[in-house]
């Protein structure tokens, strides 16, 4: 029985292609059972083996519902470390801005973060703005956020480092005031002035004329000038930075 198994499915059997309208024959092959199985086999294994490929070794993978991609939990996890760094930086960058329009208008900071100071050899030497007697220093407690510099009157203010002019114009407290954007997040900031000599967009370099000294602005009680210095939206003691003498 077995051996008739086997005979009749090894048995040969022709396959002719005929048009269907002319009944021509187009070809014919000879053609078992047991060869036709195998064939089937060979091909579908082929086919097997290049779908898996290019699931394992392809992106396509993804596509596919339910599969579990190996890198996604930690793909994920990086997308949240940065969306937590970039949130952080947008907070910081608020204060900031923040910050810029308090100083320019003579209000009180927002304490967002702690005061950084700046390491001395990440920065060239700054110039000082105006030569003179300083009689009110820095204090962060008292809210007094500058220096106060008293000088003869008509002295040219100069900018202390090179930079780009983000404000300038006449505010009530500060009177005429000229705020310079530098590189490393610093800005300095000179209030009280008679003249400005630059507008905003001018780009201008250490020890250019900026303003003109004077005694512009609701809180100014005589002719001087007052001069901040910012990092990060926070205030820092010009004295520690800059020689006055």
């Not at 005694?215 to 901040?228: A, Q, R, V």
């Amino acid at each position: 029985m077995k051996k008739g198994w086997f005979k009749n499915f090894s048995k040969k059997f022709r396959i002719v292609i005929i048009h269907p309208e002319t009944l021509e024959e187009r070809g014919r092959f000879n053609m078992s059972k047991i060869r036709l199985t195998t064939v089937v086999f060979f091909y579908t294994v082929l086919l097997i083996t290049l779908t898996s490929c290019l699931i394992v070794f392809t992106p396509i993978r993804e596509y596919i519902p339910g599969y579990t991609d190996v890198t996604l939990n930690r793909r994920v996890f990086n997308m949240e470390q940065k969306a937590d760094s970039l949130e952080s930086v947008l907070h910081q960058n608020d204060i900031y801005l923040r910050n810029l329009k308090h100083i320019i208008n003579n209000e009180d900071i927002d304490d967002g973060y702690i005061p950084i100071n700046i390491y001395v050899d990440e920065v060239p030497v700054f110039v000082a703005p105006l030569n003179g007697m300083i009689t009110s220093r820095f204090n962060y407690n008292d809210k007094h956020y500058g220096i106060d510099i008293v000088a003869d009157a008509d002295e040219v203010i100069k900018a202390m480092w090179n930079g780009t002019v983000v404000f300038a114009d006449w505010s009530t407290q500060g009177g005429y005031t000229i705020g310079i954007q530098h590189d490393k997040n610093i800005i300095s900031v000179y209030k009280h002035n008679a003249a400005l000599l630059h507008q905003e967009g001018d780009i201008v370099n250490t020890g250019d004329p900026i303003a003109i000294i004077g005694k512009g602005g609701s809180t100014s009680t005589g002719t001087h000038l007052h001069f901040e210095l910012w990092f990060k939206g926070m205030p820092l003691n010009p004295e520690d930075y800059i020689s006055f003498e």
